[in-house]
């Protein structure tokens, strides 16, 4: 079982900036990917970023590409995204995903509101 912990969303001006942290915690294999996906008002679910925890490697929506970077902290367990240059379109619930050992685990998601 594993447990994500979101925190770090808000409101913001258009053009400007916020970072999401996700702190995981319980029982992850050696390997695994853990990123973001973002649920827009009305839409579906939809894949934002994601990281490969042993290995470091990144991959981006091209909707956030040049604006949004993901990093981790291995000591902590934790990943973070950084979004830059925000715009209204980034407005959206963001949950951080985790999968590993062949199970997808979702956070409870925090709200992020671009005002135009």
């Known amino acids: 079982q594993v447990q994500l912990v979101e925190s770090g969303g808000g409101l913001v001006q258009a053009g400007g900036s916020l970072r999401l942290s996700c702190a995981a915690s319980g029982r992850t294999s050696s390997s695994y990917h853990m990123g973001w996906f973002r649920r827009p008002p009305g839409k579906e679910r939809e894949f934002v970023a994601e990281?490969?925890?042993?290995?470091?490697?990144?991959y981006y929506a091209d909707s956030v590409k040049g604006r949004i970077t993901i990093s981790r902290d291995t000591a902590k367990n934790t990943v973070y995204l950084q979004m830059n240059s925000l715009k209204p379109e980034d407005t959206a619930v963001y949950y951080c995903?985790?999968?590993?050992?062949?199970?997808?685990?979702w956070g409870q998601g925090t709200q992020v509101t671009v005002s135009s």
């Open positions: 990281i490969n925890w042993m290995f470091g490697d990144t």
């Open positions: 995903h985790v999968y590993t050992g062949g199970t997808d685990y």
